[in-house]
């Protein structure tokens, strides 16, 4: 079809039709180039044509199970008919959108329902991603208290903008970029280390994920809460980071519910809001803080977001927040989550590289471990001299060749496998997921076979790396 001007029009069918098939030559030429040599590397450099639910589709019709949901982004799986439908109401209502001189209705009313689930907090302030809700916590937690400094928890990962990253527990992501803000790490769970730096006098907040996304380690119980009562004592925030463990992903709504007495001054949330449409990220507060913060006209624009609150981010919050309520997603979570959980963990006896299964609801960590037999453990430590993780990528890649089911090595030197699929998953697929592992079991305590062969292409890669 041709436009006025004679030109042909933009068709986006037809460009993916002309143009789809270069997906992997684009994004080395003009992208990250180090991601297709990574895909190619491992096998996963597939092509998948479309997706619905907790399943991707290659072009035969095979049908793939996502256990990784987008790194939390596809709460509800893909293409909720709910939320497609938000969005399409959205566009044609044609709104006088982000004119920055009114105030839209959909900012008030996902604010209103969010601030629901969180009965203690107050306000909210919307951008358009997890790190930037982390950058608006960490200026808020600084400003309301008069303070520079901000605790972090070692391996917390918290963003990778320069201030998310200055609280990032992963020295990998922070090499090379510094200088860094001027914050400290102390360990996940210590309170004598959290009060040792208190006594400084400095600190403004400590942020914390109730459960790390690196490795799944939960902060040990009564800490959030013991945590909390010694920062207040200190007068300095509480600050949960739940972009990836909040809106129902550990069975609750958020994973700090899981321990009583808890109430963050500051609370950051995204990814799944999003319905894996619209990027949208909101930092929850207490009245105070954000009065603080907004406290005359003249500051009315002192921390704000171009593209935050528009109209297309707003009804799909909104429509996720609907979901989840309607269908109960959270309680489902729950459920599913406790019956894959309590399956894997029945493994740990019967597969000596099998250490651990930990987590809550459908945020889940398989731990592997040294093993006890002699051949076994021989080729463990070969793999382990190479590079830490190797064994954990060994079994990542035949679930996904042979099995058809995407996971994640859960962090870089990590030997744990993290399973963060979307929350409609159903017991089909918890049948699908644990019949596939133990295969993949079965296979790396036989001894030999294709997977021992790919454990040497890793080991071959690494030492080629260093």
Known sequence: MTGPSGKQEFDLAALLAERGAERYELHARYLNHQLPRMLHTIGFDKVYERAEGAHFFDADGNDYLDMLAGFGVMGLGRHHPVVRRALHDVLDASLADLTRFDCQP???????????????????????????????????ARFATGRPRVLYCAHAFHGLTTGSLSVNGEDGFRDGFAPLLP??????????????????????????????????????????????????????????DEVQTGLGRTGDFYAYQHEDGVEPDL????????????????????????KKVYSSMDRVLVHSASFGANAQAMAAGLAVLSVMENEETVARARATGERLKSRLAALVDEYELLSEVRGRGLMIGIEFGRPRSLKLRSRWTVLQAARKGLFAQMVVVP?????????????????????????????????????????VMDDAHSGGGLMWDFGRTLVKQAVANR
């Open 106 to 140: 959909l900012p008030g009313l996902l604010a209103e329902r969010l601030l629901a689930h969180s009965p203690h907090l107050d306000r909210v302030f919307f951008g358009n991603s997890g790190t930037e809700a982390v950058e608006t916590a960490l200026k808020f």
């Open 183 to 240: 914050d400290t790490a102390v360990p996940l769970g210590d309170l004598d280390a959290l009060a040792r730096e208190l006594r400084k006098g400095d600190v403004a907040a400590l942020i914390v994920e109730p459960i790390q996304g690196k490795g799944v380690y939960e902060s040990p119980p009564g800490y959030l809460r013991a945590a909390q009562e010694l920062l207040h004592r200190h007068k300095a925030l509480l600050i949960a």
């Open 267 to 290: 609370v950051c949330v995204a990814k799944a809001l999003s319905g894996g449409y619209v990027p949208v990220g909101a930092t929850l507060g207490r009245d105070w803080i954000f």
């Open 399 to 439: 679930l996904l060749q042979r099995h058809r089911i995407l996971t994640q090595v859960s962090g870089d030197h990590l030997e744990v496998i993290k399973l963060i699929p979307p929350l409609v998953i159903d017991d089909a697929d918890v049948d699908r997921f644990v019949t596939a592992f133990t295969a």
